[in-house]
Each structure stands twice: as C-alpha cells, then as structure tokens.
C-alpha cells in the first residue's frame, strides 16, 4: 500500500463530519428550543448521536485489529468512520436504528471484517472485540457525566430527556454486546479461548445471534428484568426513570407527546 493511499485510508471522511455537524445543529435546536413543537430535534438529535457512537464502535474495533496486526483494515476504509464503509450496513447502522425507534435499545451489530489469520495471541483477539462495546462505556461515561457530577444548572429539560435517553442507548449497548451469544463481541471475547471444536459447533449460529437477542427481548418478562436492571444502573449514575422515560417520548415525535413529560424532572 502506497504512503498517500494509508493516509486516505486514515482520514476522517467527510460523511462522519457531516453527521457530527448535524449533531452540533440538532444540539443546537433542543438547548434552545427551535423547532421544538414538531420534536424533530429531539429525533435528529439522538439518532446522529447514536450513529456517531456505531462508527466509533466499529472504528475501535479496526484500531485495535491495526495495531494487533491485521494491516488490511486501512484498505477497507475502517479507520476513516465513514458508516458506508462498513461491511454490513444493514447490520451496523440500518438495523441498530431501527432497533431505537422501535424499543428504545441500543444494540449495534457487528460490521468490520478482520482478518484473523493475521492476528496472532489470543488476548489480541478477545481485546479487539471487546474494543467496541467498551467505546459503546466510554460514551456513556460522557453522556451520564453532567448527571452525577450535578452539572445540570441551565440546561433545559428537554436536552436532559434527550441525553439520559442517549445515554441509555449507550449503557444498552455496552451491556447487550458484552452478552457471550455467537455473533456479538461477548462471544468474540470468549471465543479464542473455547476449543476448536466447540467453534465450530457454534459458528452456523453466529448470522443469528443479533436477531436472537433482540427476539428474546421482546419477551415482556425478560424486557421488564433487563430494563430494570439497566435504570438501576442509571439511577446511580444520576439519571431518573422519569428523565429516560421522556427523553424516549420526545423522541418518539410522531406519537402524542405525554403531557407529565412538560413538568421538570
């Protein structure tokens, strides 16, 4: 590979720029309140914020498979944090978002192929598929900091539903990934340490793990004890039912607005 041709494979593309920007403007509207009778900004808001946070996801996924040995991933255009450079889009951005509108959870797929055979040690392996859903922590780490740090003073109700909603997407992800289950990163930790033949047992598994998962999820027992158990988390991180709760319904602008949801948390 030429010098300019790794320098293109490693700059920022224009199409994750532009998403950030739709972020920082989004951002902009909820904190002062344009456009806020449509709930548009709400939408536009989390939905650019949690496609950011599926790049980086795949991004530190690429980085640590670089620096692991797989060279490869410069070439495919990993590094660069353009969505469309993702082996399944479907799977990395399309379905994820889909996932939000729907249930309110953050649960990416997987997306960058790594070469394996080039990649030698097996904590390299389990590191590099644990890198996304501990970008997936990080996220969170930011999204909940004005919560426990009580630095909320002046920041309008409405940004707050939308970054405790935001910041849940980003907890469900984290915990949902981490889920040893053929086809999430869990596994993918867990894997280099299984024996040979029980890989191969699992792999024709692998295409239906995300489906699987988010199939038991609608199960309403299951969902009330994940969900429980994920507003648990919250709560200690400072962030109430109440404020994830309409951060979800404002974003869910299409449907009537819960009128609780106008009062401050």
């Known amino acids: 590979m030429s010098t300019r041709t790794a320098a293109a494979g490693r700059r920022v593309s224009p199409v994750f720029l532009g998403i950030v920007a739709v972020i920082v403007v989004s951002g902009w509207a909820v904190w002062t309140g344009f456009a806020l009778v449509s709930g548009v900004a709400v939408f536009v808001f989390v939905t650019a914020a949690w496609v950011v946070s599926l790049c980086l996801h795949e991004y530190s996924h690429a980085r640590t498979a670089l620096h692991s040995g797989d060279t490869t991933v410069t070439a495919k255009g990993y590094l660069t944090l353009n969505p469309f450079a993702y082996t399944h889009t479907l799977l990395s951005?399309?379905?994820?978002?889909?996932?939000?509108?729907?249930?309110?959870?953050?649960?990416?797929?997987?997306?960058?192929?790594?070469?394996r055979g080039r990649i030698s040690g097996r904590w390299k392996h389990s590191l590099i598929s644990a890198a996304g859903p501990l970008t997936n922590v990080l996220f969170a780490f930011v999204c909940t900091a004005p919560?426990?740090?009580?630095?909320?003073?002046?920041?309008?109700?409405?940004?707050?539903?939308?970054?405790?909603?935001?910041?849940?997407?980003?907890?469900?992800?984290?915990?949902?990934?981490?889920?040893?289950?053929?086809?999430?990163?869990?596994?993918?930790?867990?894997?280099?340490?299984?024996?040979y033949r029980i890989r191969r047992q699992v792999e024709p598994f692998a295409p239906f793990g995300l489906i699987a998962v988010f199939g038991i999820l609608w199960i309403p027992e299951v969902n009330h004890a994940?969900?429980?158990?994920?507003?648990?988390?919250?709560?200690?991180?400072?962030?109430?039912?109440?404020?994830?709760y309409c951060g979800f319904d404002a974003y869910r602008f299409w449907q009537t607005a819960d009128p609780v949801c106008a009062l401050s948390p």
Do not use: C, K
Request: proline share 7%; net charge negative; no cysteine.
């Open 93 to 115: 951005i399309v379905l994820p978002v889909l996932f939000v509108i729907m249930g309110g959870i953050g649960l990416p797929g997987g997306a960058v192929f790594i070469e």
């Open 147 to 195: 919560f426990w740090l009580h630095a909320l003073d002046g920041v309008p109700v409405v940004f707050q539903y939308a970054l405790g909603f935001l910041a849940l997407l980003q907890v469900t992800a984290a915990i949902l990934n981490f889920v040893p289950v053929p086809g999430l990163d869990g596994y993918g930790v867990i894997e280099p340490w299984l024996s």
């Open 226 to 244: 994940f969900f429980d158990a994920i507003h648990a988390l919250l709560r200690a991180l400072g962030i109430s039912d109440f404020t994830t």
